[in-house]
């Protein structure tokens, strides 16, 4: 017997999917304007900021890389009421993309920070510059030209990774499709189609990205 | 009262002494041209004077402000001096005028339009009104060391520190930046220059420096000492110079 494909049967659940996916895509943008945030202040505080706090953040970093998404959102979500803060999904999701994104983007942008020819921040310095001032004028942003590419794909990967937030019942993408097929047990066509929306979204973010780089860091 | 005054310094890296009591007065309008052998304390000495470096001991100072002392604020003295280096370190991601404008704006909290005007006054000082809205990526090297000139006269300094400006230049765009050092010199900029170019600290200079060693080896009048050098070293350091 050859299965056959029913598309039309997703059809009634569009609503579903159409929520889904604005949910995914405000999540990740939420987070990855948090997480790059919180990355700036990481990579900024481990190299200009004081030894206790470039060793705290360092031991954040270590963390959240070497630990699974998936279960730093359990924590985040189960493991937090314990400790009185209570989330809802959407909160809990925001806030482990969040706390995730912020770890790896402070890798990066250090190294673009690391990156900084010495003469330069010397010029900033003997200009009479505060060492915030050399950062913020003169560090960050050949900084983040620098690290962009890898900035941007890092952004993809923790949007394809927001798909685990389902499993704490976030109404997200891969959640519209765990909810269409257990209806009308369609799951091929249920998660072929979220599968190609993901994909769509993960092109339609690098050529965002890209645009939004050349347009940051205008060279001629 | 010297502009800038060095007393004795001492400064080692590890067990390297590279400053072994240096004293130099400098007084204002002077032009003093260090010279010396690679090693021989030159540059550390020019970063010394604004802090880049931390002298070990003995003292500096720098119109009455001590370089590293307790009541001084450092970045009010670096207001006073500034600085050009030989790799340019002009700011990448900014313009020729961005560069010019950015202390001003940030350290002298200018207004845009003070700053906009201050900035393009020292381009043109410097030659280069038309590129103000070229990157350094987009200068000859001359152009950018240019750039760097007028970005540390913006700050209206009362002396400039310039730590070999000329000797990461092509030859055909040495003269230009030079030029520009010897404008300054004639209206009366106090400067002290580490440098490799002979003609010009003997014809600009007003004070010759010889390093050797960590210490001042020999000091004067650039023509006198180039026409008559008392010490040996000198003499085979103008001599290799020339050959």
Request: hydrophobic share 50%; charged share 20%; aromatic share 8%.
């Given at each position: 017997?050859?299965?056959?494909?029913?598309?039309?049967?997703?059809?009634?659940?569009?609503?579903?999917?159409?929520?889904?996916?604005?949910?995914?895509?405000?999540?990740?943008?939420?987070?990855?304007?948090?997480?790059?945030?919180?990355?700036?202040?990481?990579?900024?505080?481990?190299?200009?900021?004081?030894?206790?706090?470039?060793?705290?953040?360092?031991?954040?970093?270590?963390?959240?890389?070497?630990?699974?998404?998936?279960?730093?959102?359990?924590?985040?979500?189960?493991?937090?009421?314990?400790?009185?803060?209570?989330?809802?999904?959407?909160?809990?999701?925001?806030?482990?993309?969040?706390?995730?994104?912020?770890?790896?983007?402070?890798?990066?942008?250090?190294?673009?920070?690391?990156?900084?020819?010495?003469?330069?921040?010397?010029?900033?310095?003997?200009?009479?510059?505060?060492?915030?001032?050399?950062?913020?004028?003169?560090?960050?942003?050949?900084?983040?030209?620098?690290?962009?590419?890898?900035?941007?794909?890092?952004?993809?990967?923790?949007?394809?990774?927001?798909?685990?937030?389902?499993?704490?019942?976030?109404?997200?993408?891969?959640?519209?499709?765990?909810?269409?097929?257990?209806?009308?047990?369609?799951?091929?066509?249920?998660?072929?189609?979220?599968?190609?929306?993901?994909?769509?979204?993960?092109?339609?973010?690098?050529?965002?990205?890209?645009?939004?780089?050349?347009?940051?860091?205008?060279?001629? | 009262?010297?502009?800038?005054?060095?007393?004795?310094?001492?400064?080692?890296?590890?067990?390297?002494?590279?400053?072994?009591?240096?004293?130099?007065?400098?007084?204002?309008?002077?032009?003093?041209?260090?010279?010396?052998?690679?090693?021989?304390?030159?540059?550390?000495?020019?970063?010394?004077?604004?802090?880049?470096?931390?002298?070990?001991?003995?003292?500096?100072?720098?119109?009455?402000?001590?370089?590293?002392?307790?009541?001084?604020?450092?970045?009010?003295?670096?207001?006073?001096?500034?600085?050009?280096?030989?790799?340019?370190?002009?700011?990448?991601?900014?313009?020729?005028?961005?560069?010019?404008?950015?202390?001003?704006?940030?350290?002298?909290?200018?207004?845009?339009?003070?700053?906009?005007?201050?900035?393009?006054?020292?381009?043109?000082?410097?030659?280069?009104?038309?590129?103000?809205?070229?990157?350094?990526?987009?200068?000859?090297?001359?152009?950018?060391?240019?750039?760097?000139?007028?970005?540390?006269?913006?700050?209206?300094?009362?002396?400039?520190?310039?730590?070999?400006?000329?000797?990461?230049?092509?030859?055909?765009?040495?003269?230009?930046?030079?030029?520009?050092?010897?404008?300054?010199?004639?209206?009366?900029?106090?400067?002290?220059?580490?440098?490799?170019?002979?003609?010009?600290?003997r014809?600009?200079?007003?004070?010759l420096?010889?390093?050797?060693?960590?210490?001042?080896?020999e000091?004067g009048p650039p023509k006198a000492l180039f026409a008559a050098p008392q010490t040996?070293?000198l003499q085979?350091?103008i001599?290799?110079?020339?050959?």
């Open positions: 017997m050859i299965y056959k494909l029913q598309f039309a049967d997703l059809l009634p659940y569009w609503d579903v999917l159409v929520r889904g996916l604005a949910f995914t895509i405000l999540l990740t943008l939420a987070s990855t304007l948090s997480g790059v945030a919180v990355g700036t202040l990481g990579a900024s505080a481990r190299t200009f900021g004081p030894q206790w706090l470039s060793r705290l953040v360092g031991a954040y970093v270590e963390l959240i890389r070497n630990t699974p998404f998936l279960v730093q959102l359990f924590f985040v979500y189960f493991g937090l009421p314990a400790a009185g803060l209570k989330l809802t999904e959407t909160q809990a999701a925001f806030i482990a993309m969040t706390i995730n994104l912020g770890a790896y983007s402070t890798e990066i942008i250090r190294a673009g920070i690391e990156a900084t020819p010495k003469g330069v921040i010397e010029a900033g310095v003997s200009l009479a510059m505060t060492r915030l001032q050399v950062l913020r004028h003169v560090v960050l942003k050949p900084a983040f030209e620098k690290v962009w590419p890898a900035l941007a794909s890092q952004i993809i990967i923790v949007m394809l990774g927001s798909s685990v937030v389902s499993q704490i019942s976030a109404e997200d993408l891969t959640y519209a499709a765990n909810f269409i097929q257990s209806r009308n047990f369609r799951a091929f066509e249920s998660y072929f189609v979220v599968a190609l929306a993901y994909l769509m979204l993960a092109i339609l973010a690098r050529a965002i990205l890209r645009a939004l780089g050349s347009r940051l860091f205008p060279k001629a | 009262m010297p502009l800038v005054s060095i007393v004795d310094v001492r400064k080692s890296f590890g067990s390297n002494e590279v400053l072994k009591g240096v004293s130099l007065p400098v007084e204002r309008g002077d032009v003093v041209a260090i010279v010396g052998r690679s090693g021989s304390g030159k540059s550390t000495l020019l970063r010394c004077i604004n802090g880049l470096e931390s002298h070990d001991s003995g003292t500096i100072t720098v119109d009455g402000l001590e370089v590293g002392g307790a009541a001084t604020d450092m970045r009010v003295l670096r207001r006073q001096v500034g600085m050009i280096f030989q790799q340019f370190n002009l700011f990448p991601h900014l313009t020729a005028l961005g560069n010019v404008m950015l202390a001003p704006r940030i350290v002298l909290k200018m207004g845009e339009r003070e700053a906009r005007d201050i900035a393009l006054d020292m381009l043109a000082k410097v030659g280069l009104a038309d590129k103000r809205d070229n990157y350094p990526s987009q200068l000859s090297g001359g152009q950018q060391q240019r750039v760097a000139i007028a970005r540390a006269l913006a700050m209206r300094p009362m002396a400039l520190l310039c730590d070999e400006i000329t000797s990461a230049l092509d030859p055909e765009l040495i003269n230009e930046v030079l030029r520009v050092v010897e404008t300054l010199a004639s209206e009366g900029m106090t400067l002290m220059l580490v440098t490799h170019e002979m003609r010009f600290a014809d600009v200079g007003t004070k420096v010889f390093m050797h060693q960590g210490r001042v080896h000091e040996l070293e085979q350091f001599g290799a110079s020339r050959a």
